[in-house]
Nanobody
Framework: QVQLVESGGGLVQAGGSLRLSCAAS????????MGWFRQAPGKEREFVAA????????YYADSVKGRFTISRDNAKNTEYLQMNSLKPEDTAVYYC????????????????????WGQGTQVTVSS
């Protein structure tokens, strides 16, 4: 059974940092694109960041560019989201996602392009 499990969420003050992790099990995603999305209360799920299977290509939403960094460790079957300079508007449930296809070179920005999803981790930024 394939599972993506996020961790690292929590409560932080504005300007602070958090590092989210997404550990995959049940199959290897070392050759698959992965990404992060978030959903705030009353809003639709939105794209945050994506990374190619090699880790050499990344893409960010304008709202997080320069503050968030996506990375991956294929040996550990894990991806990360380093979040710095957090703002109250970053408050949301953060989801990791993984592609079932192999060797797609470009980061994926649409939720419909992902096949596997984690259960989400809450990030709350206080002002």
């Amino acid at each position: 059974q394939v599972q993506l499990v996020e961790s690292g969420g929590g409560l932080v003050q504005a300007g602070g940092s958090l590092r989210l992790s997404c550990a995959a099990s049940g199959r290897s995603f070392s050759r698959s694109a992965m990404g992060w999305f978030r959903q705030a209360p009353g809003k639709e799920r939105e794209f945050v960041a994506a990374i190619s299977w090699t880790g050499t290509s990344t893409y960010y939403a304008d709202s997080v560019k320069g503050r968030f960094t996506i990375s991956r460790d294929n040996a550990k079957n894990t991806e990360y989201l380093q979040m710095n300079s957090l703002k109250p508007e970053d408050t949301a449930v953060y989801y990791c996602a993984a592609d079932a296809q192999l060797y797609r070179t470009a980061p994926l920005r649409l939720s419909s392009e992902y096949d596997y999803w984690g259960q989400g981790t809450q990030v709350t930024v206080s002002s």
